[in-house]
T-cell receptor, first 116, second 112 residues
Framework: GAVVSQHPSRVICKSGTSVKIECRSL??????MFWYRQFPKQSLMLMAT?????????EQGVEKDKFLINHASLTLSTLTVTSAHPEDSSFYIC????????????FGPGTRLTVL | GQQLNQSPQSMFIQEGEDVSMNCTSS?????WLWYKQEPGEGPVLLIA?????ELTSNGRLTAQFGITRKDSFLNISASIPSDVGIYFC????????????FGQGTRLTINP
């Protein structure tokens, strides 16, 4: 199957700082990448959809100025949590969908963010 | 928004038993996907279904895309300890639609 990586796997930061999470598709070109947030014992909640070279589309209730998404190339998307607060602590997971795999999303391993 | 009703929410079984879980919706889906997630990891794709009535196997796992296109099931035969995890169904409403709709997940626990 397709391989999607995320970095870092876990990060601890102080309140007020910004954190950047990278998502890479390693063996295919991802025309679309998705960012999800998952709370303990819950399903995945879609935050935003990003297409390479264009602005991300955010889901209702997700602050675009707080969760900055950049999809500058066909293999890399980044999520920056700006001015993080303890309530932003969560498990963030990206997924990627690419040419030839149009209807299937492959997920990264996730990033555990803890804001102190 | 659109929702998938996944059941059961949790299962406690003995090693060697067969497992069955399903997802239903009031909406018609174009694609059904089944994922498994282990603690601290991202979901891993198990089976993808693209046509109504399609029955696909992946080792001990078998999944079917319902004829009505409103449901799908996943079966696991002869369960083993490494099958433990949370299983999610996900559906795509229209061809080419970008977003997936996820079920609430089925947590599988196996007693050795």
């Amino acid at each position: 199957g397709a391989v999607v990586s995320q970095h870092p796997s876990r990060v601890i930061c102080k309140s007020g700082t910004s954190v950047k999470i990278e998502c890479r598709s390693l063996d295919f070109q991802a025309t679309t990448m998705f960012w999800y947030r998952q709370f303990p014992k819950q399903s995945l909640m879609l935050m935003a959809t990003s297409n390479e070279g264009s602005k991300a589309t955010y889901e209702q209730g997700v602050e675009k100025d707080k969760f900055l998404i950049n999809h500058a190339s066909l293999t890399l998307s980044t999520l920056t949590v700006t001015s993080a607060h303890p309530e932003d602590s969560s498990f963030y997971i990206c997924s990627a969908r690419g040419r030839g795999r149009a209807d299937t999303q492959y997920f990264g391993p996730g990033t555990r963010l803890t804001v102190l | 928004g659109q929702q998938l009703n996944q059941s059961p929410q949790s299962m406690f079984i003995q090693e060697g038993e067969d497992v069955s879980m399903n997802c239903t919706s009031s909406s018609i889906f174009n694609t059904w996907l089944w994922y498994k997630q282990e603690p601290g990891e991202g979901p891993v794709l198990l089976i993808a279904l693209y046509k109504a009535g399609e029955l696909t196997s992946n080792g001990r796992l078998t999944a079917q895309f319902g004829i009505t296109r409103k449901d799908s099931f996943l079966n696991i035969s002869a369960s083993i300890p490494s099958d433990v995890g949370i299983y999610f169904c996900a559906g795509q409403l229209t061809q080419g639609a970008q977003k997936l709709v996820f079920g609430q997940g089925t947590r599988l626990t196996i007693n050795p």
